[in-house]
């Protein structure tokens, strides 16, 4: 190590960020002194330090707006599938691209501090490359020219992996991840590290080698986490597509929060198992890799070519399953889970729910009807056991080593009651306990009304998180994503609507069912606190089932 | 449980085989009484008591086609496949086939102890189903009428679970096993359960459940294990098809031992998570379901059936990958392992290599190469200390409730220095080195003589054991099996010749390279102490690719 002083340690993450940041600046300068001039004063949620969390805007979103440039926006709000095209038509070249994106990220950044470090001089090279070979690799790479951001947990040759601990701080690896090797080579440009926080066991974002990511759409709220960096950034459109993991919602609540797709693959599906974490080599629960985007399109296109690698002769992990294209002619059975039975959800996700299911009423090709969940609180006393087999102690361990503090959300986490050392046959015993449910939750699943002799159901439409994005540091009900962990479900989660400040009334006298549904029903005080927040949903399916999901949100959009 | 005294228990268990077998002359008895009489009279390998080994003729299975009737000839040595169409086009009942079965594993039981509990009365009433509802069911099932062999830890209602251990022996279930239903659904009918020693963890098969299986061309020699009545039972020909499980050789070393097929399939791709055995829970190893059976058309309908049947609807710990047709235009690319560098292959292995070679070289659509091994050493470092994460104590615990006496092989297994209780920490350890491996293995594989642009090899034909069919209590050497389970590879072993007595001379002052190899090496003595034993070898391929493995064996037995 470095050192094993945390606050040495602390400025020097923040002088990785500042150094790749300026660079950033001279590589790619913005077009004129004003909106350079504009960058600079904007209300910035980095800090002094990484404890300070700045003094973001209320709602930054509306900051990136008014400073990115008509140019940039041009380029940045086109569906990247169609940008993908531009690029192969000579619209754009593929440095002109990632210009735009550089610029918007480095506005995203200021007003969110949802960039752990900027890759100007790689990404740079990369377009130049591809702009250079241009005729000779375009038929080749679906994803031509387009920028990607990245998770900072996943490997990138010649940079540290901090997984958001200071103490790894100086683990630089000689590797790309294999996924990003994948996408390298198949056009795509990494240009951003985003943010992750401490632990990467948290439902936010926060850590001491970044400080703070807030929520685009409302700085009070959290982006969500872990891969909260990727949620913010894509949810303001500075990135066109970027990775995540997920072992406990980590995809799924950063893109619900910042009103973007987002999918948990199943386990096996794609790339994961060469990133870092705490906990590596514990294999009761796995976590696994998927993209965050704004653009349905763009998340297919990349899970398509990254499956279409047959990724399975890198990674051994992975399973030998084709990307299957569907094309189903009887109609879709969809179920909606209007509450877990533990956690009962906010007014505005109910009020998504009823939109889905009015929806579905009237799409084509889709059945519709309500579906009652089995033993949920089951699910969480399994996996919050399997989590941390060895109690936490590696976390605490990679905290104590440079005296790092804990957040109060890794704090949280490993404080509960569920989390402590296992012996070998506890595993095991939990090991059965998760085989068992995963059994039975197949069987209730695919009987649910099926008493007419109904093909099963299909899919499930399903809160994400109880309510819209999570005041800062009170993310705790991991319930509605964790579960589809423990089955090892895939979930796309998708933007259903926003904050309505009429419609979204709290409501009174509810009698909470438990401890957790209380402190979630108390968070909830008025449609104010949670103003502008995006309200997603998520849909459902049975293990490596990517394709079908993806096909029944084309459907829902369609409509 | 029922008592506490392993000697009471031994006789209860000795009873539960007695009545069953009383039935089932009972139900199905001979032809004649000559028949009767001549199987009264065979050498018995089961003894009057399960620590007695009884006094079985050295070949049994010259007794037991010296004792079978003419007509169960006919229907028996049929192949199954055959067999199948015969019963649907009436030339047989469904009754009249489980019959001949019957008697051929009456008296194969008898000559070699391979026989666990018949199931005449299930049996039979099954039979009579099928011929009774024939006209409605014969073109949905096609194992119709098929019996089927199963190793005794595959649960089926109504019978205990000893998996070799007699704590267990009142352990009555009360479901069958998913496989188990699928093959009923489609037609087979399960007759026999079949022997499988204490702990399963052992090549041979030995317990005080049955006493021990001798193989039935050599009763000097062990019939292989833990699914060691399934490869007497099937090596003999007195089951047409049976199931075994494997988790470090358990299915392919009796197949080999016995001179049939067997596959080792890969985890996830047919059902086993409904089995019982000791260390349940653990997974960083996995057990396999496989056949086991002389015919390779048996063994492919086997697994199309299962797989067709889309199991991963019942058990959602399997994968949902359809079985597919290979109808491969390219030469298949086949290396050669004519050690694992570790321990030199017995003569009569390095013979079955060489015609092998010499076969493929001749083999139309087949290139054929030697395969340099890599590390196989460490393979089985990380294996050994993976299997028993509790250090054994589970399977000590499990004897020491009744006084059951420890088998030697048992003793040895959990003797090794490798086998310790693992914290946390070691499990994580082993199973970062595992995956390691497993990359590194994959990426050697896919390397291998790859230099002029050639297709990455398909598979590889390797010694399954380092001998013919070890004497008894001297199979310790499981490097040649236990390397694909910890890889996940599907390996198919299939028969090549048998030892001669000319050609087949141990190898003079060979310089053994470690403890092992020594031990390994002294075991072939003279051709003389293995005579008659079959010569097996093993096709690998990678994860999932049990068609391909088929396939390539189909080639080869057409040339």
């Given amino acids: 190590m470095l050192t094993t002083d945390w606050k040495t340690l602390a400025l020097q993450a923040q002088l990785i960020f500042g150094k790749s940041q300026s660079r950033t600046l001279e590589l790619f300068p913005f077009d004129s002194d004003e909106t350079l001039e504009a960058f600079e004063k904007l209300p910035s949620a980095i800090g002094k330090s990484v404890t300070d969390f700045g003094s973001p805007a ?5 900051k990136y707006y008014e400073t990115l440039s008509k140019k940039d926006v041009q380029i940045t709000e086109a569906d990247p599938v169609e940008l993908i095209q531009d690029i192969k038509s000579g619209k754009y070249t593929c440095v002109e691209v990632l210009t735009s994106y550089f610029h918007a990220a480095l506005i995203a950044s200021k007003v969110t501090n949802c960039v752990y470090e900027f890759l100007p001089d790689e990404a740079l090279k990369s377009a130049r490359y591809l702009d250079e070979n241009k005729d000779k690799l375009v038929s080749h790479c679906p994803m031509f020219g387009l920028p990607i951001s990245l998770k900072e947990m996943i490997p990138l040759t010649g940079h540290s992996v901090t997984h958001g601990s200071l103490c790894y701080l100086d683990r630089v690896v000689d590797y790309n991840a294999d996924i990003v090797n994948i996408l390298i080579k198949n056009g795509a440009v990494p240009f951003v590290r985003s943010t992750n926080p401490q632990s990467l066991m948290m439902l936010e974002c926060e850590s001491f080698t970044h400080g703070r990511t807030v929520n685009p759409f409302n700085s009070d709220l959290t982006c969500g986490g872990s891969s909260g960096g990727e949620g913010a950034i894509n949810g303001i459109h500075a990135s066109p597509i970027g990775l995540g993991s997920d072992i406990g919602g980590s995809i799924r609540c950063p893109s619900a929060f910042n009103g973007i797709y987002g999918m948990r693959t199943t386990v096996g599906r794609i790339p994961t198992s060469d990133y870092f974490s705490c906990q590596m080599g514990s294999e009761s ?13 763009t998340l297919e296109l990349l899970m398509k070519t990254v499956v279409q690698e047959k990724p399975w ?6 399973t030998s399953i084709e990307w299957r294209n569907h094309a189903r002619k009887t109609p879709y059975r969809i179920g909606i889970l209007k509450t877990d039975g533990v956690v009962t959800p906010h007014p505005p996700i109910s009020r998504a729910l009823d ?17 009652e969940p089995f033993n949920h609180q089951k699910a969480w006393e399994i996996i919050s056991a399997l989590y941390f087999e060895d109690g936490g102690d590696d976390t605490r361990k990679t905290l104590k080593s440079t005296g790092e503090p804990m957040c109060p959300q890794t704090e949280w986490i ?3 009651d569920s989390v402590k050392r296992l012996t070998v046959e506890e595993i095991w015993k939990w090991n059965l306990e998760k085989q ?13 009304n099926n008493t007419e002799g109904n093909t099963p159901m299909d899919a499930l439409i399903a809160p994400v998180f109880p309510g819209p994005a999570a005041k800062h540091r009170t993310a705790k009900y991991w319930g509605y994503t964790a579960q589809w962990n423990l089955l090892d479900y895939p979930v796309l989660v998708f933007p259903v609507t926003k904050v309505d400040l009429t419609k979204d009334i709290p409501i009174k006298d509810y009698k909470p069912r438990n401890e957790m549904d209380e402190f979630v029903y108390k968070q909830y005080d008025s449609p104010e606190s949670f103003e502008n927040s995006p309200i997603s949903l998520g849909i459902v399916g049975l293990r490596n089932s990517e394709e079908q999901l993806i096909d029944i949100m084309k459907l829902i959009n369609r409509q």
Avoid: A, C
């Fill in 58 to 62: 209320k709602f930054p979103v509306d």
């Fill in 285 to 297: 629960i796995m976590s696994v890799t998927g993209p965050l985007t704004r653009s349905l399109d």
């Fill in 313 to 318: 002769k890198i990674d051994p992990s992975l």
């Fill in 355 to 371: 939109i889905m299911f009015e929806k579905l009423q009237s799409t084509d090709n889709i059945e519709v009807f309500e579906f």
């Fill in 414 to 416: 490993l404080g509960k």
């Fill in 436 to 448: 068992k449910y995963r059994k039975d939750y197949l069987k209730h699943w695919l009987l649910f």
